[in-house]
């Protein structure tokens, strides 16, 4: 039974505004229909893509691997095996939102190549 409901566009991804009842991957069709008005909570403050944290794991996590790291910007804050470890010291430190991941090992990643 066709049904409508009201989503948001983000990262790529459309992000339903209410509670769905479906099976997880279970296939739907949408049909979009742009809204005119912005939402409210929509932001003149531009979006932080994390570009420094990127280029950061890009090019010096290597000696981190098998860790999490908390990151603001290209400067480290914090690193370690638990991941609430890492985030609690990065947010006694006073960043209440760090850029958080954890660097793979060799053995981590799921390619294996031909």
Do not use: C
Request: net charge negative; glycine share 8%.
């Amino acid at each position: 039974m066709p049904r409508q409901l009201e989503a948001v566009y983000e990262h790529g991804v459309f992000r339903p505004l209410e509670p769905l009842a479906l099976a997880e991957h279970q296939r739907v069709r949408l049909t979009i229909e742009e809204g005119a008005d912005p939402l409210s909570w929509e932001s003149t403050e531009p979006v932080n893509e994390r570009r420094e944290e990127l280029r950061w794991l890009a090019t010096k996590s290597g000696a981190y691997a098998g860790e999490w790291v908390a990151l603001d910007g290209s400067r480290l804050l914090a690193h370690g095996a638990k991941l609430a470890d890492v985030r609690a010291a990065a947010v006694a430190a006073g960043f209440n939102d760090p850029f958080v991941a954890r660097i793979a090992k060799d053995q981590d990643s799921p390619f294996g190549g031909w």
